[in-house]
């Protein structure tokens, strides 16, 4: 029986584009917000009963009646959690079936010390668990020129330093190149914080934007001239790999999710957290010497289509269910 899915979100990474992947081996998915959007919509063409709980608070007593009538309604025997939201969701709901949990690297608040007495076993991202699965996608829609020379990363703006590390990278290449702009998409509590911090480090020569969720990465960094990865935050490695997926060269900061899958000067370049010089030397490399960007941009996608396949993320989706129904 195909286990039920619980996850924050069907469209922002890292959980959603995974299982749009293995929709085929799913029947049921329980995402916590409103369930209308095109991972959503593809999921139930593939046949997929897709609930949207539209849920807006951390303890949330709609969200909660809807999930509890859907775990009596088809007593799942596992249940595949992603994230602390939705553990705190489904453990007061009455879930009985095994609990399987992917940590999406909340931070944990004083009721979530009783949850993990719930889980039965954690599956980890990455080698041996869940694995990576970027989205498929298309050539660039706009080619990248000296007129037309975007910087796109996405992410969740909930850690301050990453973020303004990646700003102030981008104001010394302003300083530099009159026609790059930086497009940054997402959402998280710091938006308001870091805009004014744009403001205030750039003057009157804004050419940074935050333009909301985006929910179709790959168009969105296929737009781009390179593709930034500034948080280590979970989610860092899908993000890399859609934008290489897409014929990105990557300048991503250095983690154990992107160490994964970026090679250093070969599909990308990887900085240490905070560097700022660094971060904005391998900008300026691949801004300036055309051969070096192109050759990476190949190596990226095809160092994606080689060790990143689609079956791979559905073998192993299907490796982990099997070994709890066991």
């Known amino acids: 029986m195909p286990p039920l899915i619980i996850v924050p979100s069907l469209e922002d990474v890292p959980a959603g584009p995974e299982l749009r992947l293995v929709a085929a081996q799913l029947s ?48 799942p025997a596992l249940i595949h959690v992603f994230g602390l939201f939705a553990l705190r969701l489904a453990v007061p709901a009455g879930a009985q079936a095994r609990i399987l949990f992917t940590d999406l690297g909340e931070r944990p608040g004083w009721l979530d010390r009783r949850l ?75 938006v308001a914080k870091l805009d004014t911090f744009v403001r205030r480090i750039g003057g009157d020569d804004i050419r940074t934007r935050f333009v909301g969720r985006c929910h179709d990465l ?53 900085y240490d957290a905070g560097d700022v010089i660094p971060m904005t030397r391998f900008a300026r490399r691949l801004v300036e010497n055309a051969d070096v960007r192109s050759k990476m941009e190949s190596s990226a996608r095809q160092y994606v289509a080689e060790h990143f396949p689609t079956s791979r993320v559905v073998d192993g989706f299907a490796a982990v269910y099997d070994h709890e129904h066991r």
């Open 116 to 190: 993990p007495r719930r889980v039965h076993s954690t599956a980890v991202r990455g080698e041996g668990g869940i694995p990576f699965g970027p989205l498929i996608a298309t050539k660039s829609e706009l080619s990248p020129s000296a007129e037309h020379r975007l910087i796109a990363a996405d992410g969740v703006f909930d850690r301050r330093d990453e973020w303004r590390t990646a700003l102030r990278a981008f104001d010394f290449l302003k300083l530099i190149y009159p026609d790059v702009r930086f497009d940054l998409s997402g959402a998280g509590p710091l």
């Open 28 to 75: 049921r998915v329980v995402t916590l917000d409103r369930a209308d959007g095109p991972n959503a919509l593809a999921m139930r063409d593939a046949g997929v009963t897709v609930v949207g709980l539209d849920a807006s608070l951390t303890v949330d007593v709609g969200a909660w009646r809807t999930l509890r009538d859907e775990l009596r309604t088809h007593s």
């Open 218 to 270: 790959p168009s969105f960094y296929g737009r781009a001239f390179m593709a930034w990865v500034p948080s280590a935050q979970p989610g860092a490695a899908q993000r890399a790999l859609t934008a290489m997926a897409a014929g990105r060269a990557v300048v991503a900061v250095r983690c154990p999710e992107t160490e994964a899958v970026v090679r250093h000067e070969e599909t990308g370049f990887l």
